[in-house]
């Protein structure tokens, strides 16, 4: 059995950071894909990245460039530091473990930008 926790989220106003974290505990194999969700109050889930066990990575457009996310095999943690945060990306946060028999979520994190 695996599970996840986020942790990190919080209120921050408009043009600040945060950085979030999703520990992974259980049967982990360090080359499965992790990636980051979100979903906004009113609207459906959204991908947002993805990192691969060789550190390879891919972001959505909406974040891309703001976001950075990254992972420590050793620790089985997932980071997302997020910087410039706007009230857009307001929204419940959710990581995502993708093992060879199925994926496996978090149980979500609020973050609130707002002034």
């Known amino acids: 059995q695996v599970q996840l926790v986020e942790s990190g989220g919080g209120l921050v106003q408009p043009g600040g950071s945060l950085r979030l974290s999703c520990a992974a505990s259980?049967?982990?194999?360090?080359?499965?894909?992790m990636e980051w969700y979100r979903q906004a109050p009113g609207k459906p889930r959204t991908w947002i990245a993805f990192?691969?066990?060789?550190?390879?990575?891919s972001y959505a457009d909406a974040v891309k460039g703001r976001f950075t996310i990254s992972r420590d095999n050793a620790k089985n943690t997932m980071y997302m530091e997020m910087n410039s945060l706007k009230p857009e990306d307001t929204a419940v946060y959710y990581c995502?473990?993708?093992?060879?028999?199925?994926?496996?979520w978090g149980q979500g994190i609020q973050v609130t930008v707002s002034a």
């Open positions: 995502k473990l993708n093992t060879m028999t199925r994926p496996y």
């Open positions: 990192i691969l066990s060789s550190g390879t990575t």
């Open positions: 259980g049967s982990i194999n360090s080359g499965d894909t």
